[in-house]
Nanobody, 116 residues
């Protein structure tokens, strides 16, 4: 059984920074693409950023230049450094791993609130 455990959410003022972490554990035999999604109240879940096994990255337009996704060398561990946070970044952030046979694994979500 595979589990994704996230940490690092919280309350921050506009312009501040947060770093999210996500570690996968369980029966994993390879390195898989991982990413972060977010869902704000009343909105659909959306992609924030993702990174594949050769470190190619993709970002949502709304976070380019502010957020950076990275991963630990040979582990299914991913980070999201979020700088210059805005109130519209407020959402529950979910870690994702695109596992074998196209099966998606999800973390439990971590709340990020940007407010003064």
């Amino acid at each position: 059984q595979v589990q994704l455990v996230e940490s690092g959410g919280g309350l921050v003022q506009p312009g501040g920074s947060l770093r999210l972490s996500c570690a996968a554990s369980g029966s994993i035999r390879s390195i898989y693409p991982m990413g972060w999604y977010r869902q704000a109240p009343g909105k659909q879940r959306e992609l924030v950023a993702r990174i594949n096994r050769v470190l190619d990255t993709t970002y949502a337009e709304s976070v380019k230049g502010r957020f950076t996704i990275s991963r630990a060398g040979d582990k299914n561990t991913v980070y999201l450094q979020m700088n210059s946070l805005k109130p519209e970044d407020t959402a529950v952030y979910y870690c994702n791993m695109a596992g074998p046979s196209g099966y998606d694994y999800w973390g439990q979500g971590t709340q990020v609130t940007v407010s003064s």
